[in-house]
């Protein structure tokens, strides 16, 4: 094998990692080089004679690790977007070693012992406030993490935290292996009441699996959502919806409910083992909300109203599918499907006459131009990157004096072997601690391909969405590098994201870029008003499937101990306790629940999306107070936010920007749920 390329300077554009010449075979010896040069610095750092101060012991352990973060970074990254059985087998054998490393580095008892020494002097160090914050949250991770245990307890962390590691990456792909492997595969005649982008998606889809003539549906949000709505065969919808809802639970190698409540056990002894009653009480502790009553209380103040909108809705779909000629209940497989033809008949919106007029490219170009708009930010394509797979497209950023910031990736294509989803990441994350570092940030999105690809108005609210998340990572002006970029509170890190998708829907961004892929035209004004009036349209549905889910994930982290957990059983009788509608699925079933099982970073969290939608939507309301959704002033206390990271307390930071505590009641009229 060639000399790594992991082992040498990258001169490439901002040092991009040099894609065309890695290979799965130079990671393992990366990592193995990675793991070793990192427990060499903790050793130097905690086997010091010198008394520790902030430089030895805090800087140091910030700038420990450096070969092992870029190389986890390519490595997470191309396992995400681009991986193959070489790459998969790599992370199931590394995934525990890594995490034995991490232990390693909390339980080292030198290093606390520096570290906490610091921490109780932290009033007399004279420090800065971003190093006072780094100082204290280095020290509530080692505690977090068990570095007050005894040494047997310690023992049984190291052994609970590799285990998850490789209960989290085989649920990841396990979820991946059904997404890859199923798909419906139709002819000319299984196409009823699909339109034009959607049958054309499906024979992208298909071609791309060697079925050309034919048409297939994926399991890719992207494809089967629409499909769902379109589809006039409700057999087919059946089908596709089932497959769906099922990923993850099929008997045999690839199920994952046995996956489920290994992980359940774990975290519940991993809790108890920090003193705390349940995992739940664990992982809020350190968040926004505090407490999981807290969280809880949020959910259940949108539960009842978001039932009471989707019983109205329900009627209203039912009575589209009597005149339809289906005399049964409403099921989950028709929701979408006539909840299109009432947004029809209520709003004369019709989709497939919407979606041709949201183009990708034109649909990037208004994120951009926001951020241009709202914070001087020039997107310059860039030709001379080596890029991992030809759907990734690389952006130079500039500020308003033309000085670069940092460079954008954008993957915005379904394809197999990329996971599901969507998703913001990092090559590489903004600091300055040893001179200037500027971020490389991706965006992943799961577009069905098409020639144009063409989005419906949630595909363009996603893409915004995410690139929030990229100007929260783009934007970041720290100097330590635990603080850059997204390294904030699980359930603040949704706010910069979520606020910017209010940006989609300002008229004057529709009017310039919501144009017809064949002749140009702008989205004819009525149709734009329709479509801004119709935005509370299945609010109730989509509360109702998001709720639930956030709900299940405090119950099932709330158990002081789980036991012999039967997934299947829980789910049941969850859904009957809080009354779930039988005609709503639950936008994530456990199964392929990778929010909460593919990774412990949402786990007990997935309430964070509805806590900062209490932000942005209140948040935003600054800016319609202010009569301009660009206003200057709140613009430039905006960027404040997006370049702290975790430089400052959250609440803080949003309290600087909206001059005071945030309130509940703008959240519920934006989804229509108000009284």
Same mark, same amino acid.
């Given at each position: 094998?060639?000399? *790594? &390329? ?17 290979? +799965? ?26 008394? +520790?101060?902030?430089?030895? #012991? ?29 790459? @998969? ?52 991770? =080692? ?9 047997? /307890? ?12 490789? %209960?989290? #990456? ?19 005649? @299984? ?34 959502? +629409? $499909? ?26 690839? @199920? ?35 407490? &999981? ?19 109205e809705e329900r009627a209203e779909l039912a009575g589209a599918a009597r005149e339809d000629g289906l005399n049964e209940p409403i099921a989950a497989w028709d929701w979408r499907y006539y909840a299109e033809k009432v947004r029809q008949t209520k709003y004369a919106i019709d989709a497939a006459a919407v979606k041709p007029y949201f183009v990708l490219d034109n649909i990037v170009e208004a994120a951009f131009d926001t951020a241009g708009r709202l914070f001087g930010l020039r997107f310059v394509e860039r030709r001379d990157c080596p890029l991992y797979h030809p759907d990734v497209r690389a952006y130079e950023v500039r500020d ?26 990092? =090559?590489?994350? /903004?600091?300055? %601690? ?12 799961? =577009? ?27 934007? *970041?002006?720290?100097?330590? &590098? ?24 300002? +008229? ?19 149709? %734009? ?9 299945? /609010? ?27 997934? @299947? ?11 779930? &509608? ?10 392929? $629940? ?20 209490? %932000? ?13 959704? $660009? ?31 945030? /309130? ?12």
């Amino acid at each position: 094998m060639t000399e *790594s &390329p992991f082992f040498e300077a990258w001169n490439t554009p901002f040092e991009l990692p040099p894609f065309d010449r890695i290979t +799965p075979e130079h990671f393992p010896p990366a990592f193995d080089r990675g793991m070793a040069e990192h427990a060499a610095e903790i050793a130097a750092i905690a086997g010091l004679r010198e008394a +520790p101060d902030f430089a030895n #012991t805090v800087e140091a352990l910030e700038r420990g690790g450096q070969l092992l973060r870029r190389i986890g970074r390519v490595f997470n990254n191309l396992t995400s977007s681009a991986t193959n059985e070489a790459l @998969d087998a790599i992370d199931r054998d590394y995934a525990p070693r890594l995490a034995a490393h991490h232990m390693r580095v909390m339980l080292d008892p030198a290093l606390f012992e520096r570290l906490d020494a610091l921490w109780r002097d932290r009033e007399r160090l004279d420090l800065a406030p971003d190093q006072r914050r780094v100082l204290e949250r280095h020290h509530l991770n =080692f505690v977090r993490n068990g570095a007050l245990l005894d040494a047997a /307890q310690k023992a049984r962390m190291s052994e609970i935290s590799e285990r998850l590691a490789s %209960l989290h #990456t085989l649920f990841g792909q396990n979820v991946l292996h059904d997404e890859d492997e199923w798909r419906l595969v139709l002819d000319e005649g @299984d196409l009823e009441g699909l339109p034009d982008f959607a049958r054309a998606a499906a024979a992208a889809a298909a071609r791309e699996r060697g079925l050309d003539g034919r048409y297939a549906i994926t399991l890719a949000r992207a494809s089967v959502e +629409p $499909f769902l709505a379109f589809s006039a065969r409700r057999d087919l919808r059946r089908t596709a919806y089932e497959a769906w809802a099922a990923r993850g639970e099929h008997p045999g190698a690839h @199920d994952n409910r046995p996956l489920i409540g290994e992980i359940m056990a774990l975290r519940a002894e991993q809790a108890r083992l920090l003193g705390y009653d349940n995992f739940a009480a664990y992982r809020l502790d350190d968040t926004m909300a505090k407490t &999981p009553e807290a969280a809880a209380d949020l959910l259940h103040q949108v539960w009842e109203p978001a039932k009471r909108k989707a019983a109205e809705e329900r009627a209203e779909l039912a009575g589209a599918a009597r005149e339809d000629g289906l005399n049964e209940p409403i099921a989950a497989w028709d929701w979408r499907y006539y909840a299109e033809k009432v947004r029809q008949t209520k709003y004369a919106i019709d989709a497939a006459a919407v979606k041709p007029y949201f183009v990708l490219d034109n649909i990037v170009e208004a994120a951009f131009d926001t951020a241009g708009r709202l914070f001087g930010l020039r997107f310059v394509e860039r030709r001379d990157c080596p890029l991992y797979h030809p759907d990734v497209r690389a952006y130079e950023v500039r500020d308003a004096a033309g000085k670069p910031i940092g460079l954008f990736l954008h993957d915005n294509f379904a394809r197999p072997g990329k996971h599901s989803g969507a998703w913001m990441s990092s =090559f590489r994350q /903004q600091q300055t %601690l040893d001179g200037e570092v500027l971020p490389i940030v991706v965006n992943n999105n799961n =577009f069905a391909k098409g020639d144009p690809t063409l989005l419906s108005f949630d595909d363009a609210h996603t893409l915004f969405h995410e690139f929030g998340h990229g100007l929260h990572g783009l934007l *970041s002006k720290v100097h330590y &590098p635990s603080q850059s970029g997204t390294s904030v509170r699980r359930d603040f890190v949704e706010f910069p994201s979520q606020v910017f998708e209010h940006w989609l829907e300002v +008229p004057d961004t529709l009017r310039r870029y919501a144009r017809h892929y064949r002749t140009g035209e702008p989205l004819p004004e009525a149709l %734009l008003q329709r479509l801004l009036a119709a935005r509370t349209f299945n /609010q109730g549905f989509a509360t109702v499937e998001y709720a639930a889910c956030a709900m299940l994930d405090l119950d099932l982290h709330s158990r002081a101990d789980p036991g012999a957990l039967d997934i @299947d059983t829980v789910e049941k009788e969850f859904l009957a306790r809080v009354g779930m &509608p039988a005609e709503i699925g639950l936008r994530h079933r456990p199964a392929h $629940f990778q929010h909460l099982f593919a990774g412990g970073g949402y786990a007990a969290g997935y309430y964070a999306y509805l806590w900062a939608e209490v %932000l942005d939507a209140d948040g935003f309301g600054a800016f319609t107070e202010a009569g301009d959704p $660009f206003a200057p002033g709140l613009a430039a206390q905006l960027k404040a936010i997006y370049s702290a990271g975790d430089t400052v307390d959250p609440m803080e930071l949003y309290r600087g920007f909206r001059g005071r505590d945030p /309130q509940v009641a703008p959240l519920l009229a934006q989804r229509g749920l108000a009284a």
